[in-house]
């Protein structure tokens, strides 16, 4: 007899027995075992699944291995978990176990089989939960969890799950062998496809729990859609271990992956017993977040035990509340640029776009995401606001607004903030006609927020929250749009903590009542991607915008604003790690979606190339940068107000080019230009202030004046301090270039007072 790999197997006596069981057939061969299907003979005749170590010198590892299997099913006792039953040693001394004899499919073929409905689906998936929920319990992680390793099996016409093949189990807080076990140092065990990041990592030294529940996310991913989240046949192994080690491993969504062209839908929602756009909608919110929770390569953000994961599930089949939320927990990096200005022109550019749009985007989007006696409504309201905005206005709005803003009247016409003002004041008196004036009244706040007004803006938008609240309900889309742009608007001003409840809260509503394959979804993932960006989140803000990037990808034709606002937004993470050989293709990508689109001098196409210029900064290229950050500035200065932030930030980057090239006259005088429209248009904490500060203290220490220099330092470092924490990478540059001034005035001690509070201190530039 041989195996079914054409490798003998061990040698069996004549008779073909071992101890009380006679060998039947080769079930199958792992790399350490042969499972047999024998039959016991007594004295109780039954059929078994037999697994004998298959070498007769093992080495001591497999042998310690192979009882580690034994123990732990031996420890357990759940009906999802096959049961060991009895065990011994062959003639020629090699361990064997028996074990319950599962006839069954695996669990992905049986759902298909079956055509199990996505309910059902889930139900099933439940009962294995709680099967692996158990092996937890009793302080055994499987470590290999896959649908060959979950059988179905029909008890009374219901199915009932069976996980097998425990033989790279490991435990928990107990000893399951008397001999020594070791993995290997950089040996992965497992398989590929659903293995947790840190199992490829760490050679399974700091694996815990938590694995496993990402390798049941990998699972239930494939039962609701029939595909592997991301395939290793696909991409090749290497690549895929070397993501999955990188972490850059988030999925698609599983709507997503079922609407990306490379599969078909009908037989896919034919397996589960609906039609194409049913399945989409079934999948769409609630799945999509349960999923990735459960696959979040990072696994402080995954759930945190099996038990949370069913929970969830179980919500979601209840219809309440699903705890499932995008990624929240903060990040810590050991670099950080020196310089942190790019971001605050995405805020204009998502906002300038939003006044083009917002009147007459919100009919299609209103279609595909209400019944259409709503967007018949909104498509009114949206002809309505139009109609009023052309009477308030005439020429001077849809002729001047809405390209950008001119901040002052010099030719006759009248200044924006004036025409705004009319707008808000005209709208009081449509009480009579609610949803006009909250469209009315959302899209000034916007249009104030473009001309950097945060405080009108914050106001005039929470007046159109208030309606529309009051008007739709607190779960409405539109409540969502008006939330999304205050959210943007919190960031801009630098009140993060307010900003990232407004967001969080318009990315729920969104998600529940659209999905996440809708563009609104995809614009609240951009917005809260700046904001941790701002925040100093680099890795969340990453995968945030990355997501937006692949729902634009997935759209037959993009949102060309949209899109390239969303590859410069990555860009400016990368930036932000200092991954400029990464932020460059994304930034001449956006670049040319934009010139297409919008022509050469829009502003838009300034704000990238200002970024462009930002990298070539940080690659000491400063005689590159200089022409774009000026080109920049100059298109801000003709296109916005002279106080506008963005105007600020270009002055700034300006100003630090003139600073590294030696032009010292040139710099100081932009340096305090910028501060002084920063300090008069944002909070008095904002992050962006510490930036300008910082830059003009080393330009003053750097002439000796150390005294001025001390003064802004010190500015720089209680806001940095107070609203980025200490252990911020801005917050060490600006202790360093203290403590460099410090040491450089002969306070030596104090300088080493200053670092000594700072231990995770990077080196002084």
Known sequence: MTTQSGVPPIAL???????????????????????YDAEETGPVRRRVALKVLKDQHAPKELVARFEVEQQALAVMSHPGIAKVLSAGTTSSGQPYFAMELVR??????????????????LELFIAVCQAVQHAHQKGVIHRDLKPSNILITEADGRPEPRIIDFGIAKAIGQQLTDKTLVTAFGHAMGTAAYMSPEQAESGNRDVDTRADVYSLGVVLYQILVGRLPLDPSEVG??????????????????????????CDRRTIARARNTDPDRLLRTLRGDLDWIVLKAMEPDRSRRYQTVNGLVMDIQRHLADEPIIARPPSAAYRFGKFVRRHRGASVIAVIALLLIVTSSVFTSIGMVRATRAELRAEEEAATARAATAFLEETFGADLMGDLFRPLPGAATDGRVPARELLDRGVARASGLADRPALRSRVLHTMGVSYYSLGLFDDARRVLGDALSAREALFGARDTLVAETLDQLG?????????????RLLQRSLDIRMQAQGAGHVAVATSWANLGLLRMRQGRHAEADSLY??????????????????????????????????????????????????????????????????????????????????????????FERSLPPDHPAVASSLNNVAETY?????????????RRALDIKERTLSASNPSIATTLNGLAGLLMDQQRYAEAESLYRRALRIRREVLGSNHPGTRETVADLAKLLRATGRNAAAAQLTTASPVLSAAP
């Not at 390239?564 to 956006?590: K, T, W, Y």
């Not at 600073?659 to 340096?671: I, N, Q, R, Y």
């Open 237 to 262: 192994l290497h690549v895929f271990l070397a993501r999955l080690l990188a972490r850059d491993c988030a999925p698609p969504t599983p709507s997503a992956r079922l609407t990306d062209g490379g």
């Open 104 to 121: 069954g499919l695996p669990i992905t073929q049986f759902c298909d089989d079956q055509r199990l409905s996505v309910r059902r689906r």
């Open 13 to 35: 006596d004549a008779a073909e027995r071992i101890g009380p069981y006679r060998i039947l057939q080769v079930l199958g061969e792992g790399g350490m075992g042969i499972v």
């Open 659 to 671: 600073w590294k090239l030696g032009k010292v006259a040139d710099a100081e005088p932009m340096f």
């Open 546 to 635: 990355r997501l937006a990037i692949a729902s634009h990808e997935r759209r037959i034709v993009p949102n060309p604003r949209r899109f390239a606002r969303d590859l410069m937004g990555l860009a400016n993470v990368r930036i932000s790690q200092q991954r400029m050989a990464e932020a460059e293709p994304l930034i001449r990508r956006a670049s040319e979606i934009q010139e297409r689109a919008l022509g050469a001098e829009h502003i838009e196409v300034a704000a990238t190339l200002n970024n462009l210029g930002i990298v070539y900064w940080y690659l000491g290229r400063y005689a590159d940068a200089l022409p774009l950050y000026e080109r920049a500035r100059r298109v």
């Open 488 to 500: 943007v608007v919190a960031v801009g001003k630098g009140d993060y903590d307010e900003a990232d």
